[in-house]
Structure formats: C-alpha cells, structure tokens
C-alpha cells in the first residue's frame, strides 16, 4: 500500500522590501504571528482577499489576520507553488 501525504505546500519567498521588514521584527510574539499567517498562506495560498488593480502585473492578495494582528501583501505564481510576499506588517 502506497503512503498518503496531505497537500503540497507552496514555498515561500520575500521580495527584498519584505526582507528588509522582516529583520526589523525583533519581538519573538510578532514572529511567531507572523510564522503563523506565512503556514497559512503556504497551505492554502488563495486564503488572503484579492486587491483590486489592472491585470498588467501579478495579481496581488492580502491576508489578515485581526488576531494575531498580522498583514500580508503577496502574490502566487502561476502554478501555486511559490508565494512571494511583498510586505509584512506586524
């Protein structure tokens, strides 16, 4: 019998905005909030609402999380297997 795996997660990657963001996030409760929004949108990558604009570049989403008070900017590449996510606000 063949073994079962779940759902491919897509991978995860910060344009240089976001990683400069990033390392300016010293609180260990904002990264964990953050590490918990970035699995969300890794699982599941159409979880965040889309924004409105033109269609001449990539489709960008925004995921929030009220809770955790987390906010995510990004977009999916075409075969869902990369989030690129363009700013962080935590």
Known sequence: MAPQYGARRARIVFSDSAAKQLENITSEAEI????RAL???????DAGEPLPGDSTGPRLRQY?????RV???YWVTALKTVVVVAFIEA
Do not use: K, M, Q, T
């Open 39 to 45: 699995v969300v949108i890794s699982v599941d990558p």
């Open 64 to 68: 929030v999380d009220d809770v955790e």
């Open 71 to 73: 906010r995510l900017l």
């Open 32 to 35: 964990h909030a953050l590490d």
